[in-house]
């Protein structure tokens, strides 16, 4: 089974605070995802990598960018925190043959 | 601007009763429609998923109806469990790009 291993369960930062949250999958999947995750809006896509070094944004990447310098690792980067920031961040790795769509556990993340 | 419309927000259902989630689209390029299943805590998990060129799927208790006139799927749960109790997800998948519904919160009541 893929695996996708989000570094840290739970993040309190300060604003302004510039914050990378990491991801790693281990079935050298081509493609990752940064979704956040709010109640009664679903999960959004942030930004997505397609290669080594690509990435596109999604549907609201203002204040976000990212990093894929390994294929196996994705980083998310919050430049200057902000408290509307404070959400569930999720991961996700899907293969070129566009099979397998998985999730990491999820960082919470609380800007105060 | 949701791509995917799921209903109803949450819904309460006796354990053995049957659960019914619906989620409509407009996107004609979605060719991949999953739904997951969420705990608290956890990711979301891949549960069922169709494809545009079948009206129905079924695994176990979970069956996926699907109606590409109306553009329109939905999730039942046939004989809910306690263990059913979470946040279900419908989606649907352009390209590489996953547009998921808002989530219905299920609770079975035992």
């Known amino acids: 089974d893929v695996k996708v291993t989000q570094s840290s369960r739970y993040l309190v930062k300060r604003t302004g605070e510039k914050v990378f949250l990491e991801c790693v999958q281990d079935?050298?999947?081509?493609?990752m995802f940064w979704y956040r995750q709010d109640p009664g809006l679903g999960l959004r896509l942030i930004y997505f990598?397609?290669?080594?070094?690509?990435?596109e944004k999604g549907d609201i990447p203002e204040g976000y960018s990212v990093s894929r310098e390994k294929k196996e690792r994705f980083s998310l980067i919050l430049e200057s925190a902000s408290t509307n920031q404070t959400s569930m961040y999720l991961c996700?790795?899907?293969?070129?043959?566009?099979?397998?769509?998985?999730f990491g556990s999820g960082t919470r993340l609380t800007v105060v | 601007q949701q791509q995917v419309k799921q209903s109803p927000q949450s819904l309460i259902v006796q354990k053995g009763g049957i659960s019914i989630i619906n989620c409509a689209y407009e996107?004609?390029?979605?060719?991949?429609f999953p739904w997951y299943q969420q705990f608290p805590g956890k990711g979301p998990a891949l549960l069922i998923a169709?494809?545009?060129?079948?009206s129905e799927k079924k695994e176990g208790r979970f069956t996926i109806s699907f109606n590409k006139s109306a553009k329109q799927f939905s999730l039942h749960i046939m004989d809910s469990q306690p263990g059913d109790s979470a946040t279900y997800f419908c989606?649907?998948?352009?390209?590489?790009?996953?547009?998921f519904g808002a989530g219905t919160t299920v609770t079975v009541r035992a």
């Open positions: 169709i494809r545009p060129d079948v």
């Open positions: 996107n004609t390029a979605f060719d991949y």
């Open positions: 079935m050298d999947h081509e493609n």
């Open positions: 996700a790795s899907l293969a070129g043959n566009r099979v397998g769509y998985t």
């Open positions: 990598s397609y290669d080594v070094k690509m990435k």
């Open positions: 989606a649907a998948l352009d390209d590489y790009k996953l547009s």
